[in-house]
Structure formats: structure tokens, C-alpha cells
């Protein structure tokens, strides 16, 4: 769907992410003796945003007819050699250009599985023992981030907006800048935690990753939080840099960045729309298919199978609720419901491993022929299916260690559209800033902690759960993605402006 009143864009717009927005899938009809080169040849199936980021923004970028660079990823287009390539989205509308940039294996291995997963993301996560450093990976970095920043370049214009996104591109702002128009805007969000400096000096190439970052004119975070330790870490690797707390600008190398923060949101109207098309048929469908006996309560978590989201912490505060609470057994169920990620990383692959063998350890402890306290799965759950366990779950359980914002929290709350029920919380993620009053606030670490909210939770009076859920709702829908959006825009035209003024003058 297309929105009717877009953001104000004050220029062309150059969007680019590391995910792209459309995936083609290439196949070729039948094996007639082609070169590979004839359109006619070949099939074309085309996958859509899901959700998040790129469906929210895809809007955008069609509105002002602009230009999305991101990689190539899993294009599985037969006859494309190691170049970038442009195609017109979305398929019949031709809206808006998508520019792919075709990575390598040994590029992918080092940008993506290197520095921004095992660098970039333990470090702004706080897990600075699961930083790697192998020696090619900041080379790479950023020779991927020169190839991005050469694509902006030939895309800019005089009064261009390029719009950046999330911790691949940190060192893209200030090559893009030395490339461009003095009067185009750099700006970027980056949408996982800012760590401490103590953490953050155990960055490899800390200090041009801050020069990268202070290219942009704007650099967007999800909370204070984060855009003060940001502010930090400049004051301790560039003492001469002008840093402004009350502006929460800085002024370095003859340049200025202003650092804001916009907590993101989440399509809310659609995951009330489709959570209401949804009824309990749907959920007796799942309760089936997963063995979830008809007349347990349901506890909930959506997850990435990611060492940040605490998915044993959590599974170890279920334990102690079943301990303490022998009544429960047969009456709760927890489904777990988590998608692998960055599987190609052993971390992330022992990380799995433990967390499927504590799901089975506990259900091995308590569970009986016909019921098991965590139903763990880790297939593809369709939209519609998630919207059914969003509406029907009595209670979801977020328990982050480090979360930039979590956007399944404010997901279940817009499709808890019965308003009945409840949101446990961890208070390390950057959605407790907007939840924390009304959600049930956890600390991931402590299972007895975490275990005694549960029990709060099953136990509160009806009354008090629906104010609760109501209170979360309004602020889900007050904050959603437009929001986000406007405001990211709203300080982009603002930066915009004073730059041209400057310019101008
Ligand atoms: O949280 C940051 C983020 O980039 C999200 O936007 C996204 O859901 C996730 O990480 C994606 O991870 P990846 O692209 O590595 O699969």
C-alpha cells in the first residue's frame, strides 16, 4: 500500500541499505540453447518487502521516484557478473530505481560475516568478548563501503537527500561526502545500540569509524541513551571536536553532525488490520500442528536466533516459574518461535545449538505425553499465523540483553487487538523508553525475577491487564512507522535547509 501524504522529501532521494527491498529470482524457461543474455529466456519471480524497514520505506522511495542502493543479496540471476546492476521496482510500476551491488563470496565473508557481525554488532550489543579480529575484515569493510559510496556519488545530485541505513555503512558518510555537491545531505540511522566508550574502545579502527559517522549531517539513533555514549566516544577519540550536549551537535574536521534521537515504530494499522481478519480457527490450526493442548494459557517469543535477544535467560526464568508453580504445569505453554540468522558465524551457530538443547532439556524435566511447557519451532511462520499468536498470546516475553529498539514488542501490542494482553519486557531494550511504564519491565539475568513477573502477569486482574494493553496500544499507534518516518524527515529538511542557507551564503 501506498501511503497518500508521503514525507516532504527537499531533494532526490538516495536510500541505501544493506538489505534490498525486491529479490529477483532468475530461472530460465526450459534449456533451449540461450547465452543467457535473452530476457525472453528466463522467468522472473519477484519477492516483496515482508516488513520492517525496507516495506516502510519502499513507500517512500516510490513516492519520490528515487534511488535505493543495497546488495545483491541471493539474487539468483544466472548470467550477472560481478557488477552492479539497476532494475526498475516495484515489478509493473517501475517506480523507483534499485541499484544492486554484486558482492563476492570473500567480499560477503569479511563486510557482512566480518566486521559488521562479528565486530560491529557484539561490540554496539555490549558483548565485547564475541568480537573476532581476523585481519582482513576491516579492509574489506570498507572497500565495500567505497563501492556504496562511489554508487551515491554517481547517483547525486546538487540537492540530493542520501539517506543511509544501520551499522554496514559506517565508514560510507564521510567517503560519500568528499564525493558530492557541498549542498547534498548525508544522513543515516543506525538502528542497533551505541556502546560505552569502555566497550567501544575495543573497536579495531574505532576512531575511522567515528570519522565515518561524523560525515553525515545527521546520524539518527533509536534513544538518548545511545546518542549520549555516541557523544561520548567522539569527546574521548577526537578531544578537538565541538561537541554541543544541549544541541547534541558535532562540529569536527570543518563539519558539522547533528545527532538525534527517533525511536522507530511499526506499521501498527496493518498488524491491527490483519490480526483482525484472523480468527480462533486460525489459532486452533496452530494449536494442532503444534500439539499445543486446546485449553492452555500461551506464552509468546519472536525472535532472531541472535545471542543479544536472551532467548536461554528466558527459557531459564520458565524453568523457575514451573518449579515454583507445580499448578501450571499443563496449564502454560510457551511458544518459541525464532528464525536463524547469520548462520555462516559459529557463535550464532553454538548459540542455536544451546538454546534447542535448553528447550528440550526443560521440556524433557516437565513435560508428559501430551503437553510440553516451550513448543520450539523454528520454521517459517506466515504473517497471518504470527498475527493469530500476536492476537491470542496471553502473554509475550521480550528479554533482550541489548536491543536497539525491538520491534516484535511493539508488533504484538498493535495485534493484541482483544487488548487482553500482556508484555513482559526487558529493560535493556531501546522499547522500554516508550513501554516501560505499562509493560511488565524484566531484567533478562534474573530468572527468579523474570519467573515472579510471569506469575504477575497470569494472576492480574482482568482490569488491570486491559488498562495496561490499552495504555501500550495508544502509544503504539501514536509512535508507528509513518511517525518514524516524518520525523526522520522532518530533521532532514531541517538540515537540509540550514546546509543550503550555508551554501547559499
Ligand atoms: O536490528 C538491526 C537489523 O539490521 C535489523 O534491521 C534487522 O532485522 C536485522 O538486524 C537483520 O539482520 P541481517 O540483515 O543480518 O539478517
Known amino acids: 500500500e501506498t501511503r497518500s501524504d508521503g514525507p516532504n522529501c527537499p531533494g532526490s532521494l538516495i536510500v541505501v541499505s544493506n538489505r534490498q527491498p525486491y529479490r529477483h529470482e532468475y530461472e530460465r524457461d526450459g534449456d533451449g540453447g540461450d547465452d543467457g543474455d535473452d530476457e525472453s529466456d528466463r522467468s522472473v519471480t519477484v519477492d516483496e518487502p515482508a516488513g520492517g524497514l525496507t516495506a516502510g520505506l519502499d513507500p517512500v522511495v516510490r513516492e519520490v521516484d528515487g534511488t535505493w542502493i543495497a546488495w545483491g543479496d541471493g539474487d539468483a540471476d544466472f548470467d550477472v557478473a560481478d557488477e552492479d546492476h539497476c532494475v526498475e521496482v516495484p515489478p509493473g510500476e517501475e517506480a523507483y530505481t534499485l541499484r544492486r551491488i554484486d558482492l563476492s563470496e570473500e567480499a560477503v565473508e569479511s563486510y557482512y560475516y566480518g566486521f559488521s557481525n562479528r565486530v560491529l554488532w557484539p561490540l554496539c550489543h555490549g558483548f565485547g568478548d564475541l568480537v573476532e579480529h581476523r585481519s582482513n575484515d576491516f579492509d574489506w569493510y570498507r572497500t565495500v563501503n567505497e563501492r556504496f559510496a562511489d554508487a551515491v556519488v554517481e547517483h547525486a545530485a546538487e540537492d540530493s537527500v542520501v539517506w543511509l541505513q544501520d551499522y554496514h555503512f559506517a565508514l560510507a558518510p564521510r567517503l560519500i561526502r568528499e564525493g558530492v555537491p557541498a549542498s547534498t545531505t548525508v544522513a543515516q540511522f543506525w538502528h542497533i545500540p551505541w556502546p560505552a566508550p569502555e566497550t567501544f574502545q575495543q573497536c579495531p579502527a574505532a576512531g575511522h569509524v567515528l570519522e565515518g559517522l561524523l560525515g553525515n549531517d545527521l546520524l539518527g539513533f533509536h534513544v538518548d541513551w545511545y546518542a549520549n555514549t555516541f557523544l561520548d566516544c567522539v569527546e574521548q577519540y577526537f578531544p578537538s571536536a565541538t561537541v554541543d550536549r544541549r544541541e547534541r551537535t558535532v562540529r569536527y574536521d ?252
Open 254 to 505: 570543518g563539519h558539522t553532525t547533528r545527532v538525534v534521537a527517533t525511536p522507530m515504530g511499526v506499521d501498527a494499522d496493518r498488524y491491527d488490520r490483519d490480526a483482525r481478519s484472523v480468527g480462533r480457527a486460525q489459532l486452533a490450526e496452530i494449536r494442532e500442528a503444534f500439539g499445543i493442548p486446546d485449553d492452555t494459557v500461551l506464552g509468546l517469543g519472536v525472535d532472531r536466533l541472535d545471542y543479544a535477544k536472551g532467548i536461554p535467560e528466558r527459557f531459564a526464568a520458565l524453568e523457575r516459574f514451573f518449579e515454583r508453580n507445580p499448578d501450571w504445569r499443563g496449564e502454560f505453554t510457551f511458544v518459541q518461535k525464532s528464525t536463524p540468522s547469520r548462520t555462516d558465524i559459529p557463535t550464532y551457530q553454538q548459540y542455536g545449538d544451546h538454546v534447542r538443547s535448553e528447550a528440550e532439556r526443560i521440556n524433557r524435566r516437565f513435560g508428559t505425553d501430551d503437553w510440553q511447557p516451550i513448543v520450539y519451532t523454528e520454521d517459517y511462520v506466515e504473517h497471518e499465523a504470527l498475527c493469530a499468536l500476536y492476537r491470542y498470546a496471553d502473554v509475550m516475553v521480550v528479554s533482550s540483553l541489548a536491543d536497539g529498539m525491538n520491534l516484535v514488542a511493539q508488533e504484538y501490542v498493535a495485534a493484541n487487538v482483544d487488548g487482553d494482553g500482556t508484555l513482559l519486557l526487558s529493560d535493556r531494550a531501546g522499547a522500554h523508553e516508550r513501554l516501560g511504564t505499562h509493560a511488565l519491565t524484566i531484567d533478562p539475568t534474573d530468572a527468579d525475577g523474570t519467573a515472579a513477573q510471569l506469575e504477575r502477569a497470569l494472576s492480574m486482574p482482568t482490569h488491570e491487564r486491559r488498562q495496561r494493553m490499552q495504555t501500550l496500544r495508544t502509544r503504539v499507534f501514536d509512535h508507528d512507522l509513518e511517525g518514524w518516518m516524518d520525523a526522520q524527515f522532518d530533521w532532514i529538511r531541517r538540515v537540509h535547509g540550514e546546509k543550503s542557507t550555508a551554501t547559499d551564503s
